[in-house]
């Protein structure tokens, strides 16, 4: 499975309450039943960063489009590191 990282910026997402309601329920973290948005986070500077765990970059893609980002950039995770394990991704 790839993983895959998007920088990008979504309106309202700096507001806790729309980020919680847009991400709350765990059905907002499964774009298809073999993806998942495995971490989202609001960065001071207003853009947004999410995580990607699934079989095709496409269903990433049409989750972002699917939640209004505007996307700067999707890029494919090579390595992992977390908590003191190391992954080698692709």
Known sequence: MGRWIAIGTAPGWDDVAKF????????????DPRTTITTVFALADGRLLAECHGQKQADFEAWLQKKGWQVESITPIRHLAKT????KVA
């Open 20 to 31: 919680t309601a847009q991400m709350k329920a765990t059905k907002e973290w499964r774009a």
């Open 84 to 87: 003191g394990e190391i992954w």
